[in-house]
């Protein structure tokens, strides 16, 4: 039997209008889970530079992958009421500093929440302008105490998976090379401290480590652990966080960056696996 072409339109265009209409009620699938990042972005370009690049990354790959992420500036948000609404907490470049803020993140991580903090954000040095202040953040939650020195300039080095058994390095080969970083070195021997979960390593081949141009800046041997978890806590520490800046040649006060963090296919895989991680499974 074959339909009029009238009647057959018909039907076509309320199949068609039955399709729009079910796409247009469609509900978007529930978020697995939100994501908090506290940043201050202030004074240090290659701090900023980070913080800019990784307000524009998060957002894509929260889409690509169902989850929330918000940020925001304000440190007083740093209270329980405002945390109850994520999962995991980010600290794109700096700590908290009040006290308030300081009980209420502790109270969250004892609670299970889950925390990824970048580069600067294990910095402390007394006598500095932030200085080691807080014990249970530095030596207790990331195991690391003071920051001691640094390369200089930020450059690439080649890093060891030293435990492939973790979420959030499960998809990542043997060694691979990073992107461009000022690399810190720690008061304390992590190697020590039996909750320190070492994750990943500068490999000893990408000695020697910086250019310079004083001496110091440049590593030529030595063990640096530059992303670590602690086993009593869901959170990683990640060295990673200083992009490399022209800063000798800038002009109306505007520094060029030349190399971002987020850029690394393979060290992108390692905070994605590290926040589905945090979002949706247990400590």
């Known amino acids: ?16 209008a039955l399709i729009f209409i079910n796409n ?6 529930v978020p697995l889970f939100k994501v908090i990042a506290f940043y201050t972005a202030k004074e240090d370009a290659a701090h900023i530079s980070f913080v800019h690049e990784a307000n524009a990354w998060f957002p894509k790959t929260a889409e690509k992958y169902n989850f929330i992420y918000d940020s925001t500036n304000n440190w007083d948000n740093m209270n329980a009421t405002f945390l109850a609404n994520y999962q995991v907490v980010l600290f794109l470049d700096t700590r908290p500093e009040g006290a308030k803020q300081r009980e209420a993140f502790q109270k969250y991580m004892d609670g299970g929440g889950g925390w990824i903090g970048f580069h600067f954000a294990a910095f402390a040095l007394t006598p500095s302008g932030v200085e080691q202040n807080w014990d249970w953040y530095h030596n207790t939650f990331l195991g690391s105490g003071q920051y001691v020195s640094n390369i200089w300039k930020p450059v690439n080095a080649m890093l060891d998976v030293e435990d492939k058994n973790h979420p959030a390095t499960k998809n990542l ?14 008061e304390k021997d992590l190697r020590k401290n ?22 110091h800046e440049i590593w030529h041997s030595g063990y640096y652990p530059v992303v670590w978890s602690n086993k009593k806590y869901k959170m990683i ?17 505007t520094v060029k960056t030349l190399s971002y963090t987020l850029s ?13 991680w945090m979002g949706t499974g247990k400590k």
């Open 173 to 186: 080969p043997a060694k691979f090379i990073a992107a461009p970083n000022e690399w810190y070195r720690w």
């Open 194 to 215: 039996p909750d320190i979960d070492i994750l990943l390593s500068i490999d000893s081949s990408s000695f020697p480590l910086g250019t310079g141009p004083k001496l």
């Open 24 to 29: 247009a009620f469609a509900q978007k699938p």
């Open 1 to 16: 039997m074959f339909f009029k072409p009238n009647k057959f339109c018909k039907i076509l265009l309320s199949f068609i």
């Open 264 to 276: 690394n296919y393979t060290q992108n895989q390692m905070i994605i696996d590290a926040l589905m």
């Open 237 to 253: 520490y990640m060295n990673m966080g200083h992009n490399d800046m022209d800063y000798d040649h800038h002009y109306d006060n």
